[in-house]
């Protein structure tokens, strides 16, 4: 299946599933990902990617767009940081990495090694950002006169979604891809992950105390939503 927009076609990939309303998703590779009811013919599917095509070919673009500017790991090129770039510099010897001035300087002999360093920094710097956030976020639901738990972190590397509550165990799981985003995304998520342990559910009372807490989440979540 596909659809158009200004002259290009799109393909598109369907699933149907046990499922009650149509959802349409823009992978990281620039696919068109539709999943859809068991019984919903081909063209009420063709019907709704028409419909949100201007929509679909924004994102495919962006997504292309990201794929252009994907990180290479050699010395002189640059990699997503909390909305901005840092430039990787080979250190000509064993050190700390460190980052100062946008430049990430590390240790490394070619690309493979740099990705490597790369990584094991921005799991540390990842851990501790997230670390003050939770903490944060937890004080701010507190001041307001929610009990909600101080939350456990996990960090995971997910494809599919930037955040998860499980309000039975207490633990919010972060994805670390986030950290490409500007830090009012970071925080946003947290915000939209705690308000989870209040309500399981994305309704109008979820979203009532998102906003309450943290005005500027329609802003930062928009970004999110044309990954």
């Given at each position: 299946?596909?659809?158009?927009?200004?002259?290009?076609?799109?393909?598109?990939?369907?699933?149907?599933?046990?499922?009650?309303?149509?959802?349409?998703?823009?992978?990281?590779?620039?696919?068109?990902?539709?999943?859809?009811?068991?019984?919903?013919?081909?063209?009420?599917?063709?019907?709704?990617?028409?419909?949100?095509?201007?929509?679909?070919?924004?994102?495919?673009?962006?997504?292309?767009?990201?794929?252009?500017?994907?990180?290479?790991?050699?010395?002189?090129?640059?990699?997503?940081?909390?909305?901005?770039?840092?430039?990787?510099?080979?250190?000509?010897?064993?050190?700390?990495?460190?980052?100062?001035?946008?430049?990430?300087?590390?240790?490394?002999?070619?690309?493979?090694?740099?990705?490597?360093?790369?990584?094991?920094?921005?799991?540390?710097?990842?851990?501790?950002?997230?670390?003050?956030?939770?903490?944060?976020?937890?004080?701010?639901?507190?001041?307001?006169?929610y009990d909600v738990p101080l939350a456990r972190i996990e960090i995971k590397d997910m494809v599919s979604r930037w955040g998860s509550c499980t309000a039975s165990s207490g633990r919010i799981s972060m994805n670390i891809r986030l950290m490409?985003?500007?830090?009012?995304?970071?925080?946003?998520?947290?915000?939209?992950?705690?308000?989870?342990?209040?309500?399981?559910?994305?309704?109008?009372?979820?979203?009532?105390?998102?906003?309450?807490?943290?005005?500027?989440?329609?802003?930062?979540?928009?970004?999110?939503?044309?990954?």
């Open positions: 299946m596909e659809f158009t927009c200004n002259g290009r076609r799109y393909p598109v990939t369907v699933t149907r599933k046990k499922m009650k309303r149509i959802i349409m998703k823009v992978r990281t590779d620039g696919m068109v990902c539709v999943s859809a009811p068991l019984r919903c013919a081909d063209s009420d599917i063709a019907r709704a990617l028409q419909q949100n095509a201007a929509a679909l070919a924004q994102m495919v673009g962006e997504a292309e767009r990201r794929a252009d500017a994907a990180p290479d790991y050699t010395d002189g090129s640059s990699v997503p940081y909390l909305g901005g770039r840092l430039t990787l510099h080979y250190a000509a010897a064993p050190g700390k990495t460190i980052r100062e001035d946008g430049v990430l300087t590390l240790f490394a002999r070619d690309p493979q090694e740099a990705y490597g360093a790369y990584r094991q920094w921005l799991a540390a710097d990842c851990t501790e950002l997230y670390r003050e956030l939770n903490r944060e976020v937890w004080t701010a639901f507190r001041k307001a006169g490409e985003y500007p830090i009012g995304c970071v925080r946003g998520t947290f915000y939209h992950e705690y308000a989870h342990f209040l309500h399981q559910d994305h309704s109008a009372a979820f979203y009532a105390v998102v906003r309450q807490l943290y005005p500027e989440y329609d802003r930062w979540d928009a970004l999110l939503k044309h990954r």
